[in-house]
């Protein structure tokens, strides 16, 4: 009863000048449950630092998400390492000449809000084809890229030196491993009798870029 009286009485006349909603529009509040823990009982370390030059000094767009000091379960580091990943296997796959992906998590929730691939207008295929085809063929849950990335025993401290990307050993660069699922993936989707309203774009946050960027 109270989610219904906020979501018609404060939450709809606040947005709908701004951002129109309806019945199906999600709202989250504090999805996991209370929010009421913080400091260095829930998180630690320094933070912050040095945005741009871990990624792509401002070539890209960013999420605003610091990696130093967070360990692989925030999507921060995590996501902004997939994204990448996903963004450089287009390009090295031959799908386009430029690829950035965008991600955004809500806390408590698993699976991504949102997810989208733009190639800039460099495409070989649409952005709402290579969106769906990225999706089928990578993992997007914080738990998932863990394991695929190795990212429970990484070299964090050669990390934070040189920056994140354009490096031959970290797994998000390897892109062969993930480049004939890729083709696979987006060739039966290609046809001229694939869905469009397969992918559903949605508001979200640019997280990763892959000219390739990241999530938040």
């Not at 009485?9 to 509040?29: F, G, K, N, R, S």
């Not at 450089?88 to 000449?97: P, Q």
């Not at 955004?104 to 290579?130: C, H, M, N, Q």
């Not at 699922?181 to 979200?204: E, H, I, N, V, Y």
Request: hydrophobic share 40%; charged share 25%.
């Amino acid at each position: 009863m109270l989610e219904r009286e906020v979501r018609s009485l404060i939450v709809a006349p606040a947005c709908q000048t701004y951002l129109p909603i309806d019945e199906h529009t999600e709202i989250l509040v504090n999805p996991s449950g209370q929010f009421v823990e913080g400091g260095p009982r829930v998180d630690t370390g320094l933070t912050g630092r040095k945005l741009m030059v871990d990624t792509y000094g401002g070539l890209g767009s960013h999420g605003g998400g610091a990696f130093s000091g967070k360990d692989p379960s925030k999507v921060d580091r995590s996501a902004a390492y997939m994204a990448r990943l996903i963004a450089h296997t287009i390009v090295d796959a031959g799908l386009a000449a430029e690829c950035e992906v965008g991600i955004s998590y809500a806390i408590g929730k698993a699976d991504p809000v949102a997810f989208e691939v733009d190639t800039l207008g460099t495409g070989e295929y649409s952005d709402r084809i290579l969106t769906a085809a990225a999706r089928d063929v990578f993992v997007l849950r914080p738990a998932g890229i863990i394991d695929v990335l190795n990212l429970r025993t990484p070299r964090y401290r050669d990390l934070a030196v040189y920056g994140r990307v354009g490096r031959d050993w970290p797994r998000w660069e390897q892109t062969w491993r993930f480049e004939r699922d890729l083709r696979k993936a987006w060739s039966p989707m290609s046809s001229p009798g694939f869905c469009g309203g397969l992918f559903r774009p949605l508001p979200f946050v640019l997280l990763c870029v892959g000219f390739l960027l990241v999530v938040v």
